[in-house]
């Protein structure tokens, strides 16, 4: 079930019909409020959020979901389409973050991404690095790490092609579905992220080539 925040009944409406025209169950809210008791339902698999409601600025309600360890899908929906608005609702915890006005099509796919998303069972050993897709369990020396789930998917593929470099296009392609993303620097942004996430020993930098995992390299 995709959880729904937008204020606008017109906005609502044109998600909530073309969701339900490719198969998603919905549940649609108007208020921070109102969305704080929604998130608690255990049928919830994803979350669209607008970010100007009446009471408050939707980023919120993803920052109280990180803060409690809460690491389901968020897709902000919002007119606020300036870079460093993009850039603060990454840095709250959104896995995306679209730009009205936007197609359905693309919002469509984007929550396919991020909801049908499917790893390999084995877990990870890297290092002092542990990760398991059995509820995105990540750990740096038995220390567990939340991670939100476009982080660990994208930490995920590093881990699992260890001293691969993978070009920022490259990731854009398997991590988020898309071939480029002018004018944004969405994979530095998560890079940095993990990084502070795990430590600065993890994930290195390949300058104007790309990004690879490995505790080893120099």
Do not use: C
Not at 122 to 135: C, E, N, R, W, Y
């Amino acid at each position: 079930m995709i959880l729904i925040v937008e204020d606008s009944r017109t906005e609502a409406w044109f998600l909530e019909k073309g969701l339900e025209q490719v198969g998603y169950s919905l549940r649609v809210v108007t208020s921070l409020e109102s969305a704080r008791v929604a998130v608690q339902d255990p049928e919830l698999t994803a979350v669209v959020v607008d970010r100007w409601l009446p009471d408050g600025d939707g980023l919120d309600l993803i920052t109280q979901l990180r803060d409690s360890g809460n690491n389901i899908p968020a897709v902000v929906v919002t007119s606020m389409g300036a870079l460093e608005k993009r850039l603060e609702g990454l840095r709250a915890g959104a896995d995306d973050y679209i730009s009205k006005p936007f197609s359905m099509e693309e919002l469509v796919l984007r929550l396919n991404r991020l909801t049908q998303r499917k790893v390999d069972t084995a877990a990870i050993q890297i290092g002092a690095l542990f990760m398991s897709p059995d509820g995105h369990q990540v750990k740096i020396n038995g220390r567990s790490i939340i991670l939100t789930a476009t982080e660990f998917a994208l930490a995920w593929l590093l881990a699992s092609n260890p001293g691969r470099v993978y070009s920022a296009e490259q990731l854009l392609q398997e991590v988020w579905g898309i071939d480029h993303d002018p004018g944004s620097n969405r994979v530095a942004v998560y890079i940095r992220h993990l990084r502070s996430k795990l430590g600065d020993g993890l994930i290195h930098t390949i300058r104007n080539v790309g990004y690879l995992l490995d505790p080893n390299h120099k």
